[in-house]
């Protein structure tokens, strides 16, 4: 079995004989330097790149043949993490992981024109876990180095991350931390060095999942107040980062009795281990303001107000109607996440809890099969019902609010597709035409696209509207 070393040692040796394409020219050879490593000189930036070579089947809203693509041919057929790409919606950017002769690094475009901002110095990360010894992490399916973005006192941030071991030998256990190599989103030229480079400690039970979307799964995001890093192990861990100055904040106290979830300028909101009731200790309870509709009680132990998911600094909880039994006829419910205030509700047949996404200027929000508008206070259901044959899921929402989602299909079968309009009306779905595929992401005026290779790799497409 291959670790992710010896994947990246394959691919990196075949990108040397194709001169490094996708990335820029190719990387100069490595020499000596004067304390005898070897060091490279980084790439330059590529030129914008030409229009889409693969045309695909896109939303009404899109133009297959206008935009820009970018391939992630290095990545292997089978990965544990989430794909190596993200966006930064307020300077409208795209970073994604590539690699060069020298290690990994992150690449930066402006999605309108794909034109490269900067591409940072090139990194070798952490130890993988399986090379470490890990036996719980060996396998077939290996970790990558990935990105995330974060916003933080009026200026966006791309954090290049890995996870792994630093020491460790025959005697020693060695330290498991992430590591966050953080660049401002204004930077430019071909070699950037990291403003800061941050170990934040970790104990991870066990590998993510495949494409890295289970709930538990080793998570470096931001959902609203800055970066943080949530991770399951004997006991799942929160830590919020200010990559500003390189402190870290572990949910400690807070998190005594309960689950860090997002770590606001008020506080940490945590829910219960068991039921996941939502609170900021000390300060408010998720049932000090509760939907009207739900059953009537203060009782913190009760079924009312688990915890589904947190984006843009908004809370989204499930509750039970006093007309149902358990689960019966849920209603789903928008907090703020600094003071546990309500902001709107909905009542569902079905929901199903899935990852958050919003609209880039935040006004729509949407957790697996609910969204909301949260100008108008208004939600749409998208779970299969008497008037519904499957789920519909939003993987991404624009900001005049078109809601874009997979709609769930057999074992064995391609999923479909479906958009909805969060704007006006009841936001009822409505069917895409068959192989369409829906974007991860949709920024001012473009959608991203992620299409899996016939072999290895990922690629990027980054699709103008109409």
Not at 207 to 230: A, C, I, M, T
Not at 247 to 261: L, P, Y
Not at 262 to 291: C, F, N, Y
């Amino acid at each position: 079995m291959r670790t992710r070393k010896a994947v990246a040692g394959t691919v990196l040796a075949g990108m040397l004989l194709a001169g490094c394409a996708g990335i820029g020219e190719p990387a100069s050879p490595g020499k000596k330097g004067d304390d005898g490593k070897k060091t490279t000189a980084a790439p330059s930036a590529s030129p914008t790149p030409a229009g889409p070579s693969v045309l695909l089947t896109v939303p009404p809203a899109y133009s297959a043949d206008r935009g820009w693509e970018q391939p992630l041919s290095w990545m292997p057929a089978k990965y544990s993490s989430k794909p190596p790409v993200a966006v930064a919606p307020r300077s409208d950017t795209i970073a994604y992981v590539n690699t060069t002769e020298g290690g990994y690094v992150v690449q930066v475009r402006e999605a309108s024109t794909g034109k490269v901002r900067f591409t940072s110095r090139p990194w070798e990360p952490p130890t993988p876990l399986g090379e470490a010894g890990k036996s719980s992490h060996e396998g077939d399916k290996v970790e990558l180095p990935s990105v995330s973005t974060t916003f933080q006192d009026g200026r966006e941030y791309v954090v290049l991350w890995a996870h792994g071991m630093l020491g460790g030998d025959a005697l020693t256990k060695g330290k498991e931390i992430v590591r966050l190599l953080v660049h401002p989103v204004d930077a430019s030229g071909p070699a950037v060095a990291p403003v800061r480079q941050i170990d934040v400690p970790v104990e991870v039970y066990g590998p993510n999942s495949e494409g890295g979307k289970g709930e538990d799964d080793l998570r470096v995001e931001d959902v609203g107040g800055g970066l943080q890093v949530h991770w399951d192990g004997t006991r799942k861990g929160a830590v919020a980062v200010d990559v500003t100055s390189g402190t870290i904040d572990a949910c400690a106290d807070a998190c005594a009795e309960g689950v860090g979830r997002v770590r606001t300028a008020k506080g940490w909101v945590v829910s219960g281990h068991g039921l996941g009731l939502v609170e900021m200790p000390g300060a408010w309870h998720i049932q000090d303001d509760a939907p009207s509709g739900v059953r009537s009680t203060m009782d913190k132990l009760s079924m009312d107000g688990q915890y589904m998911a947190a984006v843009g600094g908004h809370l989204l909880t499930r509750w039970r109607t006093e007309a149902g039994g358990t689960f019966s006829t849920p209603l789903v419910a928008v907090h703020n996440a600094a003071t546990g205030k309500l902001e709107t509700s909905i009542v569902c047949e079905n929901p199903r809890t899935g990852e958050a996404v919003s609209s880039p200027n935040g006004r729509f929000v949407a957790a697996g099969t609910v969204a909301f508008d949260l100008q108008r206070r208004h939600g749409a259901c998208l779970d299969a019902g008497e008037s519904r044959k499957a789920d519909v899921s939003v993987r991404a929402i624009t900001d005049d609010g078109i809601a874009y989602g997979e709609v769930a299909a057999r074992i064995g079968e391609e999923p479909g597709a479906a958009e909805a309009d969060l704007s006006s009306g009841d936001g009822t779905p409505r069917a895409l035409p068959a192989g369409t595929r829906v974007p991860e992401w949709a920024l001012r005026d473009t959608g991203v696209f992620l299409t899996p290779q016939p072999v290895n790799g990922l690629l990027i497409s980054v699709l103008k509207r109409k």
